[in-house]
């Protein structure tokens, strides 16, 4: 049965006033100086009320190069305010994961290093999060729930869990978490069983969509490990996971929750490291099939991201020794963003760049795709402006009068 199709996003015809105002400039174009995580902006950004016809006009303003950039999504390991100011500038990336490594003591000094971040506040990047909650969580401070109690709860009770979650993402100046794992295994042996929401393609189905639900409006929700980890057995991390499940069992079972969170509302979708070789025997972050799968039968229509490249190089396989040519190839594939951590240094995200750019010079990646991958990120770059989530913190900031 073919799945029905999401409808397109409708987007506020006027942007959302600021809720909190901070002792700046008028315009509040930009954050005060040294953001001290003493409150949050929702920052009046001065865009078309359509923001997907901004984002087409910013993409076509800009060089091969900002636009490879805007493409990559980057890590140091640091929490020195200034490093990650210094690194988003030098690079102009898109987006940044923030990992173990990056969390501080406490949270204010977190939304401090979410605020250096953020170069343009007009246009903020992806700053994003595996808050899953339980085995996989950044934030020390979470004591919701997570996915090896609440397989076992009601729906209600996962979106519960994931509201409260996301109010202490967006707390943060988070604006995406890659937090819900649509995979589905009854197997306690999996690595995935402990972190995936469902024990069966219902189950999994139903949480997901709540913790959809529970999210939304408070931070961006990623769906993962797409098309599942569930039926490919093994751990991704350090090699690709296989399965021979043909596309129709897997249409009525693995899918199913991918789905309900794309119908629900997922505006991102995580593609795995792993292999459905009857679909195709490349990995599905590096398959063209598998992007179209997603937005064909799924409907999906928002940004499709790489999980960690570092984990092609960690397989072994030598075709995937180069995390420059991986991230081409995953462009190439259909991925609007390409997610480096694992093996990377300050001037991994530079060199992919350079590689992309050095793709389309050599016509090996095409500038259609390229263009396409780069108005999906900045789409959802101006959206998270607008409405104010990924909120900029700002020194001196006051409640709006």
């Given at each position: 049965m073919p799945f029905a199709r999401r409808s397109a996003l409708v987007v506020a015809s006027a942007m959302l006033a600021a809720v909190v105002v901070c002792a700046a400039p008028a315009d509040a174009s930009t954050p005060s100086s040294s953001p001290d995580g003493g409150g949050v902006v929702r920052v009046q950004a001065a865009e078309p009320?359509?923001?997907?016809?901004?984002?087409t006009a910013r993409v076509a303003a800009m060089s091969t190069r900002e636009k490879a950039a805007s493409v990559v999504m980057g890590h140091i390991p640091t929490t020195d305010a200034a490093s990650l100011h210094d690194y988003m500038a030098r690079t102009g990336i898109g987006g940044f994961i923030l990992m173990g490594a990056n969390i501080p003591a406490t949270e204010q000094e977190l939304r401090g290093e979410t605020a250096a971040l953020t170069i343009d506040p007009a246009l903020p990047p992806l700053i994003a999060v595996d808050q899953e909650g339980g085995?996989?969580?950044?934030?020390?401070?979470?004591?919701?729930?997570?996915?090896?109690?609440?397989?076992?709860?009601?729906?209600s009770a996962v979106e519960s869990a994931f509201a409260g979650r996301a109010a202490l993402v967006q707390r943060a100046g988070i604006g995406v978490n890659f937090g819900i794992v649509a995979d589905v295994t009854d197997d306690r042996s999996m690595f995935i069983y402990r972190r995936?929401?469902?024990?069966?393609?219902?189950?999994?189905?139903?949480?997901?969509?709540?913790?959809?639900?529970?999210?939304?409006?408070?931070?961006?929700?990623?769906?993962?490990?797409?098309?599942?980890?569930g039926a490919a057995p093994g751990d991704s991390h350090g090699s690709i996971p296989s399965t021979s499940m043909p596309q129709q069992e897997w249409a009525?079972?693995?899918?199913?929750?991918?789905?309900?969170?794309?119908?629900?509302?997922?505006?991102?979708?995580?593609?795995?490291?792993l292999a459905y070789t009857?679909?195709?025997?490349?990995?599905?972050?590096?398959?063209?099939?598998?992007?179209?799968?997603?937005?064909r039968d799924l409907g999906f229509t928002g940004v499709a991201i790489t999980d960690d490249l570092g984990m092609l190089e960690a397989s072994g396989?030598?075709?995937?020794?180069?995390?420059?040519?991986?991230?081409?190839?995953?462009?190439a594939a259909g991925n609007d963003m390409v997610l480096s951590v694992m093996f990377t240094t300050a001037d991994t995200?530079?060199?992919?760049v350079d590689g992309i750019v050095a793709a389309v010079d050599a016509g090996t990646l095409s500038a259609d795709r390229l263009d396409d991958a780069a108005g999906r990120v900045v789409q959802l770059r101006l959206e998270l402006a607008a409405e104010g989530r990924g909120l900029v913190p700002c020194a001196d900031c006051a409640p709006a009068e």
């Open positions: 009320a359509d923001i997907a016809e901004a984002a085995d996989v969580s950044r934030l020390p401070w979470d004591g919701f729930p997570a996915s090896v109690a609440l397989k076992a709860e009601t729906p995936a929401l469902g024990t069966t393609p219902e189950s999994g189905a139903a949480n997901v969509t709540a913790a959809v639900h529970g999210e939304a409006g408070q931070t961006l929700s990623t769906l993962k490990h797409f098309p599942g980890h009525a079972t693995d899918a199913l929750p991918f789905a309900a969170g794309i119908d629900a509302g997922a505006r991102i979708l995580m593609f795995g490291h009857a679909v195709d025997a490349a990995p599905a972050s590096l398959s063209p099939t598998w992007h179209e799968i997603a937005r396989v030598p075709s995937y020794r180069d995390p420059v040519g991986n991230a081409v190839a995953a462009l995200a530079p060199r992919i």
